[in-house]
């Protein structure tokens, strides 16, 4: 967590350097979730926009009696000037997920991205990417490689904001014999519904599809009450 914590005040001190200030958003969530348990949910992010660049860095969790599911993840990207429809990226996180009998994984990926629609109330974005995993990484130095590929859609109606995410993760490294591939599909839909300036109910849903049948698959539902406001910092 301090590294990721590290690296996007890094970025950001280094892109506030110009006459352009920043705008910076701050997201809070607490609620309930429902992962084959009853339980609680966290959430945190700050979000910094600054002309073609993004910066993007949450904390999650889903506490469930005898089960967790926590993610730490940064992200940034910067589109580019002559052909704005499309940037680069890069996404470091941190997992754990008892269900799948994750204790820790670290991930990281890196490609392109293109905005397939963008209106000012809805945009579509693709993503392609070459990423890796290290799981249990502190007891392990062994990496798998993947292919990724992404379709993210956003979209304002009236005082509701929907988010739907699909990504593809295509193992292609470490396929041993009799050990079952991670790759899989992870999906996810949300619905936020402000309630009164800067607070707002979210309602949403998770769920990992893993191709082997060995490995288990996690699906969660949560519903928490939270705020979205502008945060008033220049750096």
Not at 66 to 78: E, Q
Not at 81 to 100: C, E, W
């Amino acid at each position: 967590m301090k590294a990721l914590v590290a690296i996007f005040i890094f970025y950001s001190f280094l892109l506030g350097k110009n006459d352009l200030i920043p705008k910076w958003t701050q997201y809070g969530r607490l609620g309930s979730s429902h992962l084959e348990e009853l339980g609680g949910l966290s959430f945190f992010r700050l979000k910094r926009i600054k002309q073609n660049s993004y910066r993007d860095i949450r904390f999650i969790g889903l506490f469930i009696p005898k089960n967790t599911i926590v993610t730490m993840r940064y992200k940034s990207s910067n589109k580019y000037n002559a052909t704005p429809h499309f940037y680069r990226f890069n996404v470091t996180s941190l997992k754990k997920n008892s269900i799948s009998g994750l204790k820790v994984r670290y991930h990281y990926n890196q490609g392109f991205g293109a905005f397939l629609l963008e209106r000012p109330f809805t945009h579509i974005t693709s993503e392609i990417a070459l990423s890796f995993d290290m799981s249990d990484y502190l007891n392990s130095t062994r990496k798998t490689s993947y292919f990724k590929g992404g379709l993210f859609w956003d979209l304002n109606v009236n005082r509701t904001f929907f988010a739907f995410d699909l990504e593809y993760f295509y193992q292609i490294s470490d396929l041993l014999p009799g050990d079952p591939t991670l790759s899989r599909y992870e999906i996810s839909a949300e619905a936020n519904i402000w309630i009164k300036d800067p607070w707002l109910l979210t309602i949403g849903f998770e769920q990992e599809f893993y191709f082997a049948e060995e490995r288990v698959n996690s699906k969660s539902f949560y519903l928490a009450f939270g705020f979205k406001r502008p945060a008033n910092w220049n750096f």
